[in-house]
Nanobody
Framework: VQLQASGGGLVHPGGSLRLSCAAS????????MGWYRQAPGKQRELVAS??????TYAHSVKGRFTIDRDNAKNTMYLQMNSLKPEDTAVYYC?????????WGQGTLVTVSS
């Protein structure tokens, strides 16, 4: 499976972005898909994940970010609202199809005035 992440960019604090992660083939709804992020000098952090309709968010993004999947398009999204400078990071999508985990190439999100 190949994953292609896109949608990153530069946005002002309080702004919004929507990240997309397109898969090269169908991924089962029970397989976990999600987003990690890594800020400069920090460890990779799980931002959000979804499987079987269950959505999980990091405390730092809860209420601001929404993860969704469009299985017909083999695409996952991360809608990010009320962005803060501390959301600046490279965002990576992943899919866990046991026993493998597949990663996208990362897309940079910069939140700055």
């Amino acid at each position: 499976v190949q994953l292609q992440a896109s949608g990153g960019g530069l946005v002002h604090p309080g702004g919004s972005l929507r990240l997309s992660c397109a898969a090269s083939r169908r991924i089962g709804s029970l397989d976990v898909m999600g987003w990690y992020r890594q800020a400069p000098g920090k460890q990779r952090e799980l931002v959000a994940s979804t499987n079987g309709g269950i959505k999980t968010y990091a405390h730092s993004v809860k209420g601001r970010f929404t993860i969704d999947r469009d299985n017909a398009k083999n695409t996952m999204y991360l809608q990010m609202n009320s962005l803060k400078p501390e959301d600046t990071a490279v965002y990576y999508c992943y899919a866990r199809i046991v026993p493998e985990t597949y990663w996208g190439q990362g897309t940079l999100v910069t939140v700055s005035s």
